[in-house]
């Protein structure tokens, strides 16, 4: 039974080390592993069968709104991108570049992509032409390299993989359109598919993407109360158009140039996941999202058809769209509890001689521990019930947990209290100023999370210098 | 009607100039577009749809097997690479090297993967303890770099696309098993999906994959008569696990070397689909991998209920599972046919004000160009039985091409005048030295294609030297 060498070993509490919590379960629960290669890491079954269910569900919503999928090279001359000045004032510190091809020494250096917007500028500059070829929405699902100093596993790592949508319009309203259309996807995949509440809004100038007129960002909150930027959508306007030189004939016959913008999403999304839902018996998974949404766990499984049984259950859940698996290893019941918790996995069937007698078997959700005893006739159409209250339930209470650690600070003494309690969402009046928002990170250790679309008035003064407010801003620490 | 900037512009005929063909067709048909980095293209959404088809028929037809999806890093260590001589040997020449990291130089550098023997034994030299971890069947898809001199759309470029599945095994017997296993998934995707007839058999030692015990090939032969490897599986034995350490407590509680496995098939079967099924028209897709499978084109759209009629028959068409098109742009009708035509559409659908009197449409093959009349109301039954005959001639007419180019040389004397006529396949005797199929390749300019699973006895003496034959080898030209 208990011969394994690999023990479900204790994790550390989340209130006691919530980063050593964090760590332990990306480890124990298999999601990764770490690698020769510094600041890279393996992403093992159990972590890229989430992101493989990510793929699947935001590439079909991408799909319904008319995206193409299409692939780019990974490299970009040094040349290319620092067209770009903004650009490469942004990603110029963190690439790596390839300098020997073969056994020769290139002529021009090649940055490994951290972003695309360079290389498909330069392929629109070509392959459009005229209206007739606009608009073009083109996404691509690769990994990208960004040469970080201190790194942790999914929400900042050397390579990561991503998808990055870069699209080309004839207007400037057909772009703002399109940059609010992905960042409202990616905000209702979050919510319904994640079980992730995420406040919408616009990145300040300081904080926006280089070169983007306007970075839209949903931002959410993880358990320990700091807050992660989970996906952004930008508007380029014409900027990279005029660098680029994309121009079309319009309608009219006159040559223009053409508006951009690009949207992305990144594997740190399986980080939020863990961050938000996990406790300190391991991952918990939404069950839209998970890869094994129940487990069915045999009981005396040696005793006369108990295996049989539970067998006919996985496939009674298996008929129900439930993506179902069997545990009829040779560990212990309790063993195998503890794994398919550690693991995350939304629902447990026990099932015994006992059960059996009884007609009937034990569900027991993953997020409360609930216990139901469903009737083996009737698990085929609870079984679906519990894991959509489950999944609703899950949404909830991050909602309520975002609620309770968003604070308002009508003033500066109020911004500095905050500040220094417990973390989460401050929301505070701004007076637009870049200078007042660097010495808000100076002073308080907070940034700027996003101007939301969802404005409030909570004071007529800047929280830190007491001109005139012009947004609510959400401030807080962030990964 | 014809004020479309783009013109579907005739391409060179493949008996002119098969290769200027072929780019033609890459090119005009949208699946590909050059780019500023050397060697390296934009895989456009019509190639990248193919692409994704393909991974969708394969990953499924993997996960039926056992296989689970991971994600490695794309940078290897140059030490790491060095740990195994041979394979270094093999690949060194053709990397791309990563010498900087953001500002300042790396203290070891980095080679872009050209696939993954070294790093996922690296991995499975920590993961895999006991045979209770065995067997790891895993699998990535990502890019891969070959710092190729002279390069060519889908069949050889700087960066292309693939999946390498890497295996690890607790004996021997289940290593050859795997390696058999995906060569025969591999040989039955191409024929019943691709429609590509494939020989299936052995490498060389000279033509083995650099660090393999043995390499399984599947050959197809193009419509050129020039042969190409179209995927590969990999029998390592141990011998990787003896240099990268990777050991495990067997049963019998003794320390093992374990067995490995890999095997990878790539976007170059994109330009195997080209070369095998195209025509001086453009492409011509196998239904069962092309993205669009029926196209819709209204005749006199201007007529009363015309586009309303037609787009009745794409739903009726979708609603039998194909993927259809309705083509209602506003060019003519002879204009769609070619573009439908260069793109490969395997059937298109014609209905105009006379067609919808008679309540019948036109369907017309893209393969044979044979028309057939179908009533409206059966169209839903009619089409996917065409395009289900489709599939079957294409392969049988690939086929016949094949056996057709495909020659046998008793002696020296048929060898030589073989090589010299038109290209296919050559099937001769060989004694098995090294010597000899270094001199067959230097004086008749073939290569050792594969010795066939399949053996006949064709003569007793090697084809070159006139010693003990041993095998019977496919020789040919190769891409």
């Known amino acids: 039974m208990a011969k394994d060498k690999k023990m479900v070993e204790q994790i550390t509490s989340m209130d006691v080390d919530f980063a050593q919590w964090y760590t332990d379960v990306v480890t124990k629960a298999e999601l990764i592993d770490y690698t020769s290669v510094k600041g890279c890491m393996v992403i093992k079954p ?159 100038e300081k904080e926006k993407f280089a070169g983007a007129e306007a970075t839209y960002t949903i931002e959410s909150l993880m358990h320990d109360g700091q807050a992660l930027q989970s996906g952004t959508s930008h508007n380029f306007g014409s900027k990279f158009a005029e ?61 006369e058809g108990v295996l049989e049984k539970a067998q006919e259950l996985k496939d009674v859940l298996a008929a129900a769209g439930i993506r179902t698996r069997l545990d009829d290893s040779d560990k212990s019941p309790g063993w195998k509890f503890a794994e398919a918790e550690m693991r995350g996995i939304p629902i447990r069937i026990e099932i015994g001689p006992k059960d ?25 159409t609870k079984a679906p019930e519990i894991l959509a209250a489950m999944q609703q339930d899950m949404f909830e209470r991050a909602r309520v947990h975002r609620d309770e650690h968003t604070f308002t600070a009508p003033n500066k003494e109020e911004f500095q209290k905050l500040t220094s309690g417990r973390p989460g969402f401050i929301k505070a009046m701004w007076c637009g100023e870049r200078a007042c928002e660097e010495a808000i990170k100076e002073e308080y250790g907070v940034t700027s999370r996003c101007i939301p679309f969802d404005q409030e008035h909570i004071a007529d003064e800047c929280v830190y210098c007491g001109k005139a407010a012009k947004h609510m801003v959400y401030w807080g620490k962030a990964y």
């Open 243 to 303: 660098a680029y030189d994309i121009q079309f004939t319009d309608r009219d016959n006159k040559l223009k140039y053409a508006y951009q913008t690009s949207w992305g999403m990144t594997t740190r999304m399986i980080g939020a996941i863990i961050m938000v839902h996990g406790d300190d018996s391991g991952l918990v998974l939404p069950p839209r999202i998970a890869p094994v949404q129940a487990v069915v766990v045999p009981v005396q499984q040696r005793k």
């Open 46 to 204: 159990a972590g890229y069968a989430i992101w493989e269910n990510i793929q699947k569900e935001l590439d079909a919503r991408f799909k319904e709104t008319g995206v193409e999928n299409v692939y780019l090279p990974m490299f970009i001359p040094e040349n290319l991108l620092r067209k770009e000045a903004e650009l490469v004032n942004g990603f110029a510190p963190e690439v790596a570049w390839v300098t020997q091809g073969g056994e020769e020494p290139l002529q021009e250096r090649l940055c490994v992509r951290p972003t695309s917007e360079t290389l498909f500028s330069d392929f629109y500059k070509n392959d459009v032409q005229s209206y007739r070829d606009l608009p073009k929405i083109y996404n691509q699902w690769c990994s990208v390299v960004r040469w970080e100093k201190t790194t942790r596993p999914f929400l900042r790592s050397r390579e990561f993989l991503w998808q990055e949508g870069h699209t080309v319009h004839a207007t400037y309203e057909e772009a703002v359109e399109r940059t609010e259309m992905m960042l409202n996807l990616y905000a209702d995949f979050c919510q319904d598919v994640l079980a992730i509440p995420v406040v919408r809004g616009r990145k300040t």
């Open 356 to 380: 059996m007698e009884a007609g009937q078997c034990v569900v027991v959700r993953r997020d409360t521990r609930e216990k139901t005893v469903v009737a083996l006739n009737e698990l085929g």
